[in-house]
């Protein structure tokens, strides 16, 4: 066998045990962490909430109290949230489609 042979043997098997090797969180980790990410999701969900019922409040105060300033930074604030929300549901997907199973190879 010439060295050639024996390098690229010795390469393609690396890369078919680095292909195998798939991240796991250490014992016992997994449901910490999922609670936690439960927690961050439901906090921003709310954080939502309460940013559209400031946002139509100072619509509806900007209206009501003949303030344009409020009004518009209000609608600003309606728009804000909607791009987020968006943002909230299309971009874990995009990483997922990056990223994978996150397993190498």
Known sequence: MSSATAVHTVASRALDLAGRVCPLAPPGAQAPADQ???YVLWGVLILFVVGAVVSVGA???GRVFAMPHASKAGVV???VIAMAAIAY???P???TGITGTGCIG
């Open 59 to 61: 619509v509806v105060a």
């Open 77 to 79: 604030g309606i728009a």
């Open 89 to 91: 549901l299309v971009v």
């Open 36 to 38: 936690i990410q439960g």
């Open 93 to 95: 997907g995009i990483i």
